[in-house]
């Protein structure tokens, strides 16, 4: 196929303000994925969009399989929880208890604001 260019379950964007730090979430633009190398802010950093991670959330919270996870962009916690200023990143894959410093999530690859009623 003439246009295709790759698979695209890894790109490589200019690492945000602050730098990454392998093995943490990261938002970019509309982009959302784990930093597969630590990088200075702009320099290109490899982004694993899809699949399974386990990350901080935030831990006085539990979740159930199948939980929408959001993103605070500030602090990079997850929570189950939608809020104004959260972007939806994924869903739980396992329980996590409360407390508990870490939650398993798919990620989507792209962000979406939360919806807030």
């Known amino acids: 196929m003439k246009s295709f260019i790759q698979k695209g379950d890894i790109v490589t964007v200019p690492a945000p303000a602050g730098g990454t730090v392998s093995g943490q979430i990261y938002k970019v633009g509309a982009i959302v994925g ?6 200075v802010a702009g320099d290109p950093v490899e982004l694993k969009l899809g699949g399974v991670f386990e990350l901080a959330k935030i831990s006085a919270q539990a979740w159930a399989v199948g939980d929408p996870i959001f993103m605070n962009t500030t602090s990079r ?3 189950n929880v939608s809020a104004a200023g959260l972007v939806l990143v994924g869903m ?10 870490f939650g398993r999530c798919r990620l ?10």
């Open 77 to 79: 916690a997850l929570t």
């Open 108 to 117: 989507n690859g792209v962000s979406a604001p939360a919806a807030v009623a």
């Open 92 to 101: 739980a894959t396992e329980v996590a208890a409360n407390p508990s410093a």
């Open 34 to 39: 784990v930093a597969a190398t630590t990088e």
